[in-house]
């Protein structure tokens, strides 16, 4: 289909033509048009309903404000709702569809919503859907779930990428408009590094949409003009299709860029969108104006739009909504919209300007100190009555109505740090206040600055001052010859006359009536206006609803619009897709995988992994013939008990702790004593929070007097290290420690078995003894290794056996691992995984993340002596609360069955051997189990009431979800080599 309402002129390429659909149909459009140009041209005015009514909308702005044509993208699972039409590419093949609409947009069946608006007014829900009660479930909410939202997705995977990156500049300019690009270019000729950032897909701004001469050459000319010498400068980084959607602290602002929206498929290896975070010296916000409408009974009718907008779409775009047009206005501007499209050869049926000594328009009619009071056509607009300045009434036929109500500065990104606008009586319109965040500058009409000449002014100013803050001299452009008409208005929100309803924000469906509610029910401060009403809550935030609303709301009240204030606005500046916010952090990307030094080699050996947190970690390492993982974990058990096994262990939390008080300070952090400490010992210690719960054990070396080696658990090691930096930074802050995670920097192994000091002395340096005497159980110190390579050494044990842990420089990790399972080939050394390291603490009775689960105490883990009395550390006050001191509270015990082939199941809980199954009867549950391949049998760990004193009792360990129960015996958490021989052998 031709587009009939196609113009003469515009920026189009009319070389190339672009098929496109909306709702199954298939029109024609022109590279260069967004959809809603393209749509405009083929005589579609209707392109949207109403989130609440479903009221038939049509587009209204030309930009990234636009409240009402928000369609769906693209099928499949590239399927993209809410999308804004105006600034959506016209791309060959494009899908879109209307959205927020029953069966077809023209037939929607939910229109009948708008029958029932006296009911569903502001804060409805509020009073509504409160009875019958049990409605609530199987009435109210499915029907408001199944309308809640806008738009659907495929919820199949985006197959496209999305990324981030960081940018580094001395000016940010935002904006390309007259203002943006001189900012640029004054900044960009004085050699320092600018990055000028547009949203739009050509720069230029409003000099594209208009047909002021600047220099004596058209506004897009010159604007092209001095993009050609912008591109030219090495120091300029231009980005078009990108969004600055926030301002943060210390200069740091986020933007999102459009690298391939425009294109059906994204180029291999390029990302659909990125999200930039720009680190700047200085910025320049030149963001433009929004125009803003006037209120009148049934003003949002398809084709009633922004007179700006279709001023922009009759000269960029060459495109007009209709043949027909009129204009509402109470200022020049609206004129300056009549005269274009008369210049274009579109019949304008009249200008309808509030001011009694309104100017004249040739070519058309003028009606001065008229009012547009109400409106015809159900699927666009037909006609608009006025209320002429003598009182009639009279109606004018138009199929598009062009309203201007001056225009609002862009200040959204000036309030990003809490900064408020300021009125400005002249333009009517709030104006960035002095509170901005620090580093940047207004220019331009975002600081109210609307003619052309006074853009390009304060465009160059700004950049000089921003450089001039920097101590670089830059040197004022001289300024292009361009209009500078003076601001003509006269303010007027919205016409009184009428019993309908006039549309505030339209996308919300919030009318005047809902604000005169609002004010009725003391919803009177913007804030409450805001929520009680949603004004301003939509995609657009109120970008075009706002100042009507709070002109409505002043009026009401009795104040000025500046007594009334205004609500400040929150990133971001327009919405964000997920896809962008997510970036590559997506499925196996979700979160970063931290993969431990061995796992280059566990690869080659086959393991088996499994994720613990972030990291990576083998979880056996299965050989030929093992057709079960048991058989695997079996073997390494057996084999390290045996002989030798080796494990990595770079996991676990490692934290250095140094300074003259480092021994003072963790004697704070841990429940037992460490200020006594002898260098070259290593101490177990347990950790309380400050109710007294026990959240963490592990070890601390000493290394030195000033210094210690902290390891903590896998899973908390983030939180150990953040809970001590807060005790160093807050609560001991006179205290000389300092403390530095080591967790990545040294890949620790624990070698295990009988022989494991054999294996040890085979790579570790002569002149280090390691034998029992010279390096006793608990012992630890700095060493050297396979000639002269530093490491560390611990004599430790969590499985029971002769145990070291051996720590390397991280990139020296893959080689020791290499080297020790070639030394210890002579003793048939065997690597264990996550699974045989559970099943070796738990046959050794080892407290681990099952026990230290937020809920049990020292006593409940049988380390209640281990609590000292003779000092204070955290937790130890409200550890000796009386709840969590009373005879026959949880003790942690072993459980062994009866029957060696019945299981002992992870989570089962502990009755008597008689009686009910019941919460009442309840004696405890597993905390954890496993199979010993030592004892032959079914093992656990198990808290039970008054354990301590039940050795050698029968429970039922039972799971009533599955049916189960076994019969075991109650004996010591400490299966294997309960008196510890073995370890310091």
Same mark, same amino acid.
């Given at each position: ?99 927020? &609409? ?103 701004? &409003? ?68 999200? #930039? ?215 007027? #929100? ?323 691992? &290499? ?45 209640? &002596? ?120």
């Amino acid at each position: 289909m031709s587009g009939i309402n196609r113009l003469n002129g515009g920026l189009i390429d009319r070389t190339t033509s672009v098929n496109f659909s909306f709702d199954g149909k298939t029109y024609q459009g022109h590279a260069g048009d967004t959809l809603a140009s393209a749509l405009l041209a083929n005589d579609v005015r209707l392109m949207g309903r109403s989130f609440k009514y479903h009221r038939p909308r049509g587009v209204v702005t030309a930009g990234s404000e636009e409240p009402n044509a928000l369609v769906e993208l693209r099928s499949g699972a590239r399927q993209e709702p809410n999308t804004r039409a105006t600034v959506t590419e016209l791309f060959n093949g494009l899908e879109a569809r209307s959205q927020n &609409r029953g069966f077809s947009l023209k037939y929607d069946f939910m229109a009948i919503n708008d029958r029932f608006s006296n009911f569903l007014t502001a804060g409805f829900y509020y009073k509504t859907f409160m009875w019958p009660r049990a409605f609530w479930e199987k009435l109210y909410e499915p029907i408001i779930r199944k309308a809640a939202g806008l738009g659907s997705v495929s919820f199949e995977d985006d197959p496209d990428e999305y990324d981030k990156g960081f940018l580094h500049c001395d000016l940010l300019v935002i904006g390309s408009g007259p203002a943006g690009l001189m900012a640029a270019l004054t900044a960009g000729r004085a050699g320092v590094r600018v990055i000028l950032a547009e949203e739009d897909f050509i720069t230029g701004g &409003r000099l594209n949409a208009e047909t002021h001469m600047v220099d004596d050459m058209s506004g897009s000319a010159w604007a092209a003009s001095v993009m050609a010498e912008l591109s030219s400068l090495e120091n300029v980084r231009i980005m078009t299709r990108t969004t600055v959607i926030g301002a943060f602290d210390h200069g740091i602002y986020s933007a999102v860029e459009r690298v391939s929206d425009h294109l059906a498929i994204p180029a291999t290896g390029k990302p659909r969108q990125v999200l #930039w975070r720009i680190y700047s010296k200085r910025a320049v916000l030149a963001a433009g104006a929004t125009e803003r409408p006037i209120a009148f009974e049934n003003n949002d009718r398809p084709g009633v739009m922004m007179a700006g907008a279709m001023r922009a779409y009759a000269n960029r775009w060459a495109v007009t909504p209709h043949q027909k047009v009129a204009v509402f206005t109470n200022n020049d501007d609206g004129h300056r919209t009549a005269a274009d499209l008369i210049a274009k050869g579109v019949e304008v049926t009249g200008v309808i300007d509030v001011r009694p000594d309104a100017p004249k328009v040739a070519g058309t009619e003028l009606f001065a100190g008229a009012q547009v009071v109400n409106s015809t056509g159900r699927l666009g607009l037909k006609t608009v009555q006025i209320r002429l300045a003598n009182g009639e009434l009279r109606d004018l036929p138009c199929g598009a109505l062009a309203v201007s109500g001056g225009w609002n500065p862009n200040v959204h990104l000036t309030c990003h740090q809490r900064g408020k606008p300021v009125w400005n009586e002249e333009l009517a319109a709030f104006v960035p206040g002095g509170e901005l965040p620090v580093g940047l500058s207004v220019a331009g009409a975002a600081n109210g600055d609307l003619t052309t000449a006074a853009a390009l002014k304060s465009g160059a100013g700004a950049a000089v001052q921003a450089l001039s803050d920097l101590g670089i001299q830059a040197q004022m452009s001289d300024l292009p010859q361009a209009e500078d008409t003076p601001v003509s208005l006269t303010p007027f #929100w919205y016409v009184k006359e009428g019993k309908g309803r006039a549309w505030i924000d339209q996308q919300n469906d919030v009318t005047v009536k809902d604000i005169k509610l609002a004010h009725q029910e003391n919803f009177r401060s913007v804030e409450h206006l805001k929520r009680y009403t949603t004004l301003g809550m939509a995609t657009d935030q109120g970008k075009t609803s706002n100042m009507g609303g709070l002109a409505v709301m002043a009026e009401l009240t009795g104040k000025s619009i500046p007594e009334t204030g205004t609500t400040i606005f929150r990133p971001p500046y327009t919405p964000v897709s997920l896809g962008a916010l997510a970036g590559r952090s997506v499925g196996k990307e979700f979160h970063p995988t931290r993969e431990t030094p061995s796992h280059k080699w566990a690869v080659e050996q086959g393991a088996e992994f499994v994720e613990v947190g972030n990291w990576l970690r083998a979880q056996w390492f299965p050989k030929a013939g093992e057709t079960h993982w048991r058989q695997s974990v079996d073997r390494e058990v057996l084999q390290t008990r045996k002989s030798v096994g080796i494990c990595d262990v770079t996991t676990l939390g490692k934290i250095d702790v140094q300074g003259k008080d480092a021994a003072a300070f963790l004697n704070k952090i841990y429940a037992n004593a460490f200020a006594k400490l002898p260098v070259g010992k290593v101490r177990y210690g347990l950790m309380l929070r400050e109710d007294g719960i026990a959240y963490d054990d592990g070890t601390a070396a000493r290394l030195a007097e000033d210094h210690f080696v902290v390891t903590t658990t896998t899973a908390n090691a983030v939180l150990v290290y953040r809970n001590m930096e807060f005790a160093r930074q807050c609560l001991w802050p006179d205290l000389d420690v300092q403390l530095i995670s080591t967790t990545e920097a040294w890949a620790q192994y624990a070698v295990a078995g009988p022989n494991a000091r054999k294996l040890l002395q085979k790579i570790v340096d002569p002149e280090f003894d390691i034998s029992n005497e010279a390096f006793p159980f608990m012992a630890c110190g700095e060493i050297t290794v396979c000639g002269g390579l530093r490491a560390r050494l611990f004599r430790i044990s969590f499985s029971g056996e002769l145990a070291y842990e051996i720590a390397v420089p991280t990139r020296y990790g893959d080689a020791l691992i &290499r080297k020790l399972m070639e030394a210890g080939e002579e003793f048939d050394v065997t690597p264990y995984g996550t699974e045989a390291l559970g099943v070796m603490r738990i046959e050794k009775g080892h407290a681990a993340g099952n026990e230290l689960n937020g809920t049990t105490s020292a006593v409940n883990l049988g380390m209640g &002596r281990m609590v000292s009395k003779k000092k204070d550390c955290i937790g130890n006050v409200l550890s000796e609360r009386r709840g969590m001191n009373e005879a026959g509270d949880l003790n942690i015990v072993g459980l062994r069955p009866l029957d060696a082939k019945d299981p002992i199941p992870a989570g089962a809980h502990l009755m008597n051997a008689d009686g009910a199954v019941s919460a009442k009867t309840d004696q405890g549950y597993v905390t954890s189990a496993a199979y010993s391949p030592v004892l032959e049998c079914s093992i656990g760990l198990a808290f039970l009431k008054g354990g301590a004193d039940r050795m050698g009792e029968v429970l039922r360990v039972v799971n009533p979800l599955e049916g189960s129960e076994t019969r075991a015996e109650v004996v010591s958490a400490h299966f294997v080599d309960p008196e510890g021989e073995r370890l310091r052998a």
